[in-house]
């Protein structure tokens, strides 16, 4: 199994900056991707951005603005958002997909962003 545990989420000013951070943990080296989603309430989980390999792709609404990467020595993604707007706020979850295909979920972190 793997483990996920985000942090960084916070209050921020629209135009503000936010780092979000992922540390995995037990069975990483199955790990073959790593990504970001949110969710708003009542909303869907959404796709934010994702790690594969040697590709980084981003949902059209950060891209521009959100920047995900990955340390490989530590098994932790970072998230880094730039010039967020009212709408980036809500719950983000990290994601890990293995190579059997079998994903995993963090607890989810909270941001804020005042208008």
């Known amino acids: 199994q793997v483990q996920l545990v985000e942090s960084g989420g916070g209050l921020v000013q629209a135009g503000g900056s936010l780092r979000l951070s992922c540390a995995a943990s037990?069975?990483?080296?199955?790990?073959?991707?790593m990504g970001w989603f949110r969710q708003a309430p009542g909303k869907e989980r959404e796709f934010v951005a994702r790690?594969?390999?040697?590709?980084?792709s981003y949902a059209d609404a950060v891209k521009g603005r959100f920047t995900m990467s990955r340390e490989n020595a530590k098994d932790t993604v970072t998230l880094q958002m730039n010039s967020l707007k009212p709408e980036d706020a809500t719950v983000y979850y990290c994601?890990?997909?293995?190579?059997?295909?079998?994903?995993?979920w963090g607890q989810g972190t909270q941001d804020a962003v005042s208008s």
């Open positions: 994601d890990a997909v293995v190579y059997s295909g079998q994903g995993y």
């Open positions: 037990g069975r990483t080296f199955s790990m073959y991707a």
């Open positions: 790690i594969s390999g040697d590709i980084t």
